[in-house]
């Protein structure tokens, strides 16, 4: 398939105007560079089943961190990776200083929940 995406790839790259609008419904005005870092030796705080197979992910936190959220959605992805299902999450915040984190990450076509909305600033 290698060959067929590096020939694809280069005849999408040259459509202009309408072509790939109509292909894709978007307007593509620049692409970047594909190489994405990636992460490596990912280790949750704890991962556990429940009797009826719901894995449940609980992050144990002491400081606001303001990327948390998109720790999460990493997490849930790691895991999903391991075990083709994606895990209930939530973040157990134990710091001294009152809880600033976001509670969830959203985009388009995207939502990444980690903890009861009453939990969260």
């Known amino acids: 398939m290698n060959e067929y995406d590096i020939a694809l790839k280069s005849v999408l790259r040259r459509l202009t105007g309408g072509v790939l ?47 948390m959220a998109l720790q999460m959605l990493e997490y849930a992805a790691a895991i999903h990776g391991q075990y083709c299902r994606f895990p209930q999450q939530m973040v157990l915040y134990v710091g001294e200083a009152p809880l600033r984190m976001k509670g969830g990450i959203a985009g388009p076509q995207l939502e990444c929940n980690c903890g009861s909305d009453a939990a969260w600033q």
């Open 21 to 67: 609008r109509d292909l894709t419904g978007f307007s593509v005005t620049r692409w970047h560079n594909v190489e994405l870092p990636a992460v490596q030796n990912r280790r949750a705080d704890m991962l556990g089943e429940t009797r009826n197979g719901t894995l449940v992910h609980i992050e144990l936190q002491s400081t606001n961190q303001p990327g």
